[in-house]
């Protein structure tokens, strides 16, 4: 059947791609198409095929613009030429990941009552007696006990083996199978996008708690020579554990090294833009300040949702901010400040179907400000709430009318960028989870503006030995330091 999938997957995008070339087909014909496309997944009971299927050939006839010209100048190595397509190709297995062995702790103490609920369907020592419960309490935080203390050793290379073989002979396998009790909804066709330029803090943080969250979406990062050659053979090996793909672009270009954060989007473009036969949904996410609670991959998302978050500031509190869309707004004869009470939107963080994606950066990509060349001097940021607050995106959109565009509120939805927002979450001490305003998180973005959520990563997700690389002691953005409870 899988067999039978494959050819059938290959079939269809071979399809798309002559009817992209043709660029029309008598309609007839595309019904017909779509019909037998529906017998194939109704015989074989994959509705998620089905609609894979469908979004891909409802939106074939859209045309986005090629990416500019000077793609290619961004790094000096070869990689546009390179052929990505296996990476659509591993079966995800997140038990591969040293996952965040507080994660399950955590689903455990969420409260006293569900804890003794579950806690009775697990067999640590053979004790399944309710008159037990208090005992077999004790057991799970002595070992969660043993393996904080493990991971203050020096334990080398080898750390990464004597963790995991910990975890799996003893906590993990009791309990993942009540870890997470809700259907995991992505699929090898939703995928998370970043990248690593010059710097690699955290990345192993991102990575192991959102495989912790069971999540079978693809991770691909792009990459350049000098965060791979930071990277020591313990955390490759941990990467490929988890399942990660890397695009090495080699050495960045010194021309564009001040102004990264905007032309990484270049990067993601050409990149989805090439292999969006293969994408049905897509989180673009910073790496080095995220980690996440939960699978971002929900049935709520559909394939023409975009999703952006708001920080917890206005423009009127961040003149940074501020004047980064007024650069952008004057470049156009337009004035900001009307907008000054209005929330900033984060570039930091957004989730939705491939073509929404594919539309938002093609509208940025139409700007002349990236014409012939790329003018440092204007911001990500700016150019993106430019686009939100002067053309809502979805207004005059050659491609997508129908875009449902969704900006996040601080406190109101499962994503989260914390900018502002250091008098309105509560970290939970005994579980390390992190709500505002009583909203549970499946992703925190921005979490080292605060030295309680620098904490709590380490807490969240413990460090496998010293050659994982810790959290910055000092908060990002800000002069203050941070003094962790096991500071030695």
């Not at 702790?105 to 020592?125: A, G, H, P, Q, V």
């Not at 206005?314 to 400040?337: E, I, K, L, M």
């Not at 960028?417 to 579980?431: A, D, I, Y």
Request: net charge neutral.
């Amino acid at each position: 059947m899988q067999a039978l999938r494959s050819l059938f997957e290959i079939m269809f995008s071979h399809l798309l791609r002559i009817k992209k070339k043709v660029n029309q087909r008598p309609k007839y014909i595309n019904m017909m198409f779509l019909f037998v496309i529906y017998l194939f997944v109704i015989n074989h009971q994959n509705l998620n095929f089905f609609i894979f299927v469908y979004v891909n050939f409802y939106h074939n006839n859209t045309t986005f613009s090629n990416p500019p010209y000077y793609l290619n100048e961004i790094g000096n190595s070869n990689w546009i030429r390179n052929d990505y397509s296996s990476f659509f190709e591993d079966h995800i297995d997140p038990t591969r990941c040293p996952i965040c062995l507080s994660k399950g702790i955590d689903l455990n103490f969420n409260n006293n009552s569900l804890f003794d609920e579950r806690l009775k369907k697990m067999k640590f020592n053979e004790m399944s007696k309710e008159d037990d419960i208090e005992k077999d309490k004790e057991i799970l935080k002595e070992k969660y006990q043993y393996i904080q203390e493990l991971n203050t050793k020096d334990t080398k290379e080898g750390g990464l083996e004597t963790f995991y073989d910990l975890t799996n002979k003893s906590i993990l396998q009791s309990l993942t199978k009540i870890q997470i009790n809700e259907q995991i909804e992505s699929t090898g066709k939703d995928i998370v996008l970043s990248c690593l330029f010059k710097i690699i803090v955290h990345s192993l943080n991102f990575v192991r708690t959102f495989r912790s969250t069971q999540s079978r979406a693809r991770i691909i990062l792009f990459v350049d020579d000098s965060s791979i050659q930071k990277m020591n053979s313990f955390m490759i090996s941990t990467f490929e554990r988890c399942q990660v793909h890397f695009i090495n672009i080699g050495t960045l270009n010194p021309k564009y090294c001040e102004s990264i954060a905007s032309i990484r989007m270049i990067l993601f473009y050409s990149f989805l833009l090439k292999y969006h036969y293969f994408i049905n949904r897509v989180l673009i996410v910073d790496l080095t300040d995220t980690y996440f609670y939960g699978d971002p991959f929900t049935n709520d998302i559909s394939s023409d949702d975009f999703i952006l978050t708001a920080e917890g500031y206005t423009f009127s509190f961040s003149r940074f901010n501020f004047d980064w869309v007024q650069n952008v707004a004057r470049h156009y004869g337009n004035n900001a400040g009307p907008f000054l009470n209005n929330q900033i939107i984060n570039n930091g963080l957004l989730i939705g179907g491939i073509y929404p994606i594919l539309s938002f950066y093609d509208q940025i990509f139409e700007l002349d400000i990236f014409k012939p060349n790329f003018d440092p001097t204007f911001n990500d940021q700016g150019i993106v709430n430019y686009l939100y607050y002067f053309k809502n995106f979805s207004n005059n959109n050659k491609n997508h009318s129908n875009i449902n565009i969704t900006v996040i509120q601080p406190g109101k939805g499962a994503y989260q960028s914390m900018t502002g927002l250091e008098n309105f979450f509560h970290v939970n001490q005994e579980t390390f989870e992190v709500t505002i305003q009583s909203q549970s998180l499946k992703i925190l973005h921005q979490f080292d503006r605060y030295c309680p959520l620098l904490q709590n990563i380490r807490n969240l997700c413990p460090s496998l030995g010293s050659n994982h690389q810790d959290a910055y002691p000092q908060k990002r953005h800000t002069v203050g330091i941070c003094f962790y409870d096991n500071e030695i």
